[in-house]
């Protein structure tokens, strides 16, 4: 069986009228194929875990329409065997693995490559893990996490989109800040939803955040924040404790504890101080270093 699994939102909210044109070409070669659409990021991980692995007689074929995301959560979501076969048609802005491998760019010919294939490869893929087992990624170009962006600026006000960005790319790859739809920075941010990171009613994306807030987000994505508000039973030895505000105490001392901010020369947390996109990375960096 063939089925295809189509990200709408990729090339620019394009990927839904290109999967138009290659469906005609489905229809008129008469072939069996399912289809299924990708609505939020990670989504094609549960709809390619959905699709069973095939057998001798009738391997699976899963045809990837999207970009190297698209392609990532399919590799990730897939039950891979012999007969599983991925195939690719590249919708996305780069297009880094169809480059690498030489494959057809324009979404039709790679369709005819899939559905009239002259012949199969194997490939080897990577893995990275943190914390626990149950973080293991599988990917096939690159792994990383952070801005996916031809400059970081270390020393740039950090928004609160750009550290949903940050956290976004732990789960789902990184994403350049400066790009994207709003329907694309509407999927970004219900991952951080999903995550605990922020609630909708305190969605603000081009709210400079603080020092605090950044410890809070990360720790909440991580799910200390009920832990983080225990009372009466946190303290810090951070010099300038008496500045933190009495709802990021718990957070500031888990943050201390946990080794994710060290302080300053002088021992200050700064809670206050407008946070910056280099310091939010060291923060999220030495958090994963520390639970892995």
């Known amino acids: 069986m063939l089925y295809f699994i189509i990200n709408p939102h990729s090339r620019s909210g394009q990927g839904g009228a290109v999967w138009k044109e290659v469906e005609r070409t489905m229809i008129s070669s008469g072939l069996p194929y399912k289809v299924s659409y990708t609505s939020y990021p990670g989504h094609a991980i549960r709809l390619a875990a959905e699709i069973p692995s095939g057998t001798q007689p009738e391997p699976n074929l899963i045809a990837v329409l999207g970009g190297d995301g698209s392609l990532n959560e399919v590799l990730n979501g897939a039950h891979l065997s012999p007969y599983t076969i991925i195939g690719y048609l590249p919708t996305g802005s780069g297009n880094d693995f169809a480059r690498g491998m030489h494959l057809p760019i324009d979404a039709k010919k790679a369709l005819t490559h899939i559905i009239h294939p002259s012949y199969t490869d194997t490939l080897d893929f990577g ?27 270390p020393d740039k006000a950090l928004t609160q989109w750009e550290l949903v960005c940050l956290l976004y790319s732990t789960s789902y790859g990184a994403v350049d800040p400066e790009e994207g739809d709003s329907g694309f920075r509407d999927q970004v941010y219900a991952a951080a939803y999903r995550m605990g990171a922020l609630t909708r009613e305190e969605r603000d994306e081009g709210a400079a955040l ?58 200050r947390l700064n809670p206050n101080r407008t946070a910056t996109r280099g310091e939010a990375a060291v923060m999220l960096y030495a958090f994963m270093g520390r639970t892995s």
């Open 210 to 267: 603080t020092r605090a807030q950044v410890v809070r987000m990360l720790l909440d994505a991580a799910g200390y924040g009920a832990v983080a508000w225990l009372e009466g039973i946190f303290t810090c030895a951070y010099t300038d404790r008496e500045t933190i505000p009495a709802g990021e105490l718990g957070y500031a001392a888990l943050a201390q504890g946990l080794g994710m901010v060290r302080g300053d020369g002088s021992g």
């Open 127 to 153: 893995s990275t893990t943190y914390g626990n087992q149950e973080n293991a990624r599988r990917f096939l170009v690159s792994s990383g996490i952070g801005y996916d962006a031809a400059r970081f600026q």
